[in-house]
Antibody, heavy 120, light 108 residues
Framework: QVQLQESGPGLVKPSQTLSLTCTVS??????????WSWIRQPAGKGLEWIGR???????NYNPSLKSRVTISVDTSKNQFSLKLSSVTAADTAVYYC????????????WGQGTLVTVSS | EIVLTQSPGTLSLSPGERATLSCRAS???????LAWYQQKPGQAPRLLIY???SRATGIPDRFSGSGSGTDFTLTISRLEPEDFAVYYC?????????FGQGTKVEIK
């Protein structure tokens, strides 16, 4: 059974960089059958796709966040990571990592989510 | 960027009733890339439907999806108590993913 688990600081100061890691278990992040994404959800609001990475390291980002986002992969640890720079209170949200299956063309596995609050 | 608009925002129904949720795209979406998710409070979204009409593993057959082009529908034939939740549609196109704003199905 595939599992994804987010980890990282729950509190980040304004203007600093938010850093999160997603650890994948029960499957290999090196599989060519999947993309690995970050998605966020402010309290009481909808879902916003942040970006994705492929095992090769190729990335795509949400245009609205592209200038501040970096997603990387560490295949040796079966992890991928998110960095979001110059954060403001508007970046406060639950952050999810999720697996996009190229076969079904959907997010079939999600982490439980981690709340990141931006506050001084 | 393709914008997905879901309606209604909230659907108030009783258990046993039929729920019909709409998802309209600002431009044509390939049916292969249209999915629906269910989210309950404090939980991650769960995949219900992919490819506009295929049920994900373990999803009851009371859930069905249909549509093409710019208009897609999620139907729950008879609402069970556990179906009261928020539902999101999602599309992929041009190396970008977008979600609708969600429809909340609440108990009447």
């Amino acid at each position: 059974q595939v599992q994804l688990q987010e980890s990282g600081p729950g509190l980040v100061k304004p203007s600093q960089t938010l850093s999160l890691t997603c650890t994948v278990s029960g499957g290999s992040i090196s599989s060519g059958s999947y993309y690995w994404s970050w998605i966020r959800q402010p309290a009481g609001k909808g879902l916003e796709w942040i970006g994705r990475i492929y095992t090769s390291g190729s990335t795509n980002y949400n245009p609205s966040l592209k200038s501040r986002v970096t997603i990387s992969v560490d295949t040796s640890k079966n992890q991928f990571s998110l960095k979001l720079s110059s954060v403001t209170a508007a970046d406060t949200a639950v952050y999810y990592c999720a697996r996009w299956a190229r076969g079904s063309k959907a997010f079939d596995y999600w982490g439980q989510g981690t709340l990141v609050t931006v506050s001084s | 960027e393709i914008v997905l608009t879901q309606s209604p925002g909230t659907l108030s129904l009783s258990p046993g009733e039929r729920a019909t949720l709409s998802c309209r795209a600002s431009q044509s979406v390939s049916s292969s890339y249209l999915a629906w998710y269910q989210q309950k409070p404090g939980q991650a979204p769960r995949l219900l439907i992919y490819g506009a009409s295929s049920r994900a593993t373990g999803i009851p057959d009371r859930f069905s999806g249909s549509g093409s082009g710019t208009d897609f529908t999620l139907t729950i034939s008879r609402l069970e108590p556990e179906d009261f939740a928020v539902y999101y549609c999602q599309q992929y196109g041009s190396s970008s993913w977008t979600f609708g704003q969600g429809t909340k199905v609440e108990i009447k």
